[in-house]
């Protein structure tokens, strides 16, 4: 690692900014203000007020005993994300980045959403915040996803149905981008994971790192040591990176990333730029963006955070796919052996850390981060059963 020439912005070769000089102004902008801020101390308190009486922190590094008895092996305990209020990682980015747009003078919110999760954390912080939001949705995506519209609505955010293109995620970007562009002196674009051009990817892990902070203090102060392993899903890498954080350092924890098998980026992408960034991603013979397909919305993304890829091609974190049965019986098995329903997205860290506990003596400890709450995927796990 040490050969790495550290480049502002690069994690070895993957990162960096390759957009439109008008918009490499406004993230220069942006990186300054971050860098500015980020250590303030009158910043951190306010940062650690809101997560304390809005987002509900510190969460439990839960000891899952039955589940810990039923595999067989090492200790699993669960680093409870889903306790957070609106249930997922998400609403600690959220609240640091809008924290961050008042102190640049920020009136006005802009966020992109897929399946309307990063949306909806958006628009609550908005909310409570007292600033203008508006969320850009494919077109197609409002369809699918009506009741995250209502949601967003209800929480006082003006959704935006994006047309162009296919009408999907992608073409909500490129309608954020054009929206922050214009209007960049009031505006402030607010990404919800570890990817994009710099210095999105490393101001969302500055704000998702306290998952990590406090399961490493936590573990310290349950066994005395440090853990063998920390599990966490990725889509864009956001809670994998903040689950990760404060081990990195630690040769001794295996960090592991788990991937669906159906948007396997990690596991077979190649370097590429995508979203004006390089990182590695899923390509098809053409070198286009490959479509993707994930049972859990929030992981159905052709690329991945430029630190995760670095990690995977530096051999420091490892990454795997597990397949959609073993997330479904994941589901299925937290919920009755722990009365905890994970989110479809954490149930792919649940699956692939029953497979390693198995191998795992029993005085060994895993770290499953439980990114978020399985509520909003019930309905949908209830057809696909019943299929
Ligand atoms: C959005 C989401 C994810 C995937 O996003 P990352 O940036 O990879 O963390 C994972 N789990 C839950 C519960 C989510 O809402």
């Given at each position: 690692m040490s050969e790495v020439k550290e480049r502002e912005g690069y994690f070895g070769d993957f990162g960096g900014s390759f957009v439109p000089p008008e918009l490499q102004e406004v993230l220069d902008y942006l990186y300054e203000n971050f860098v500015r801020f980020k250590d303030d101390p009158q910043f951190k308190d306010e940062f650690n007020y809101y997560l304390k009486?809005?987002?509900?922190?510190?969460?439990p590094l839960t000891f899952a005993s039955r589940i810990t008895e039923a595999w067989g092996g090492a200790k699993v305990y669960l680093k409870r994300e889903d306790l957070n209020h609106t249930g997922a990682h998400k609403i600690n980015n959220v609240v640091g980045q809008i924290l961050l747009a008042k102190r640049m003078g920020a009136k006005r919110v802009i966020a992109e959403t897929g399946a309307g999760q990063h949306g909806v954390a958006t628009a609550t912080a908005c909310a409570m915040f007292n600033m203008e939001c508006i969320i850009y949705m494919g077109a197609e995506d409002t369809r699918r996803q009506a009741l995250n519209v209502f949601r967003m609505e209800l929480l006082g955010a003006k959704v935006v149905p994006v047309s162009s293109g296919q009408g999907r995620l992608k073409d909500a970007v490129d309608a954020a981008l054009n929206d922050l562009i214009e209007n960049y002196k009031t505006t402030f674009y607010l990404l919800?994971?570890?990817?994009?051009?710099?210095p999105f990817p490393s101001i969302v892990k500055h704000f998702q790192s306290i998952i990590s902070e406090e399961s490493k203090r936590q573990i310290l102060e349950k066994e005395g040591r440090l853990p063998d392993a920390v599990i966490a899903c990725t889509g864009g890498g956001s809670n994998a990176i903040g689950a990760f954080a404060h081990y990195v350092?630690?040769?001794s924890v295996r960090l592991i990333g788990v991937e669906p098998e159906l948007a396997p980026t990690l596991t077979q992408g190649v370097p590429s730029i995508i979203h004006g960034f390089k990182c590695l991603v899923l390509l098809d013979e053409e070198g286009n963006p490959k479509p993707t397909y994930s049972i859990?919305?929030?992981?159905?993304?052709?690329g991945i955070g430029p630190e995760h890829s670095y990690l995977k091609v530096s051999g420091r974190a490892e990454y795997v796919t597990v397949s959609n049965d073993e997330v479904l019986a994941a589901f299925q098995e937290l919920s009755a052996t722990e009365g905890i329903i994970p989110a479809l997205e954490s149930a792919h860290a649940v699956a692939y850390a029953k497979k390693l506990a198995a191998t795992m003596s029993k005085d060994q400890i895993i770290i499953i981060?439980?990114?978020?709450?399985?509520d909003k995927d019930v309905e949908q796990v209830f057809q696909m059963l019943k299929k």
């Open positions: 009486e809005y987002v509900g922190r510190e969460n919800g994971s570890a990817v994009g051009p710099h350092n630690e040769p859990a919305a929030g992981l159905d993304y052709p981060n439980l990114s978020g709450r399985g």
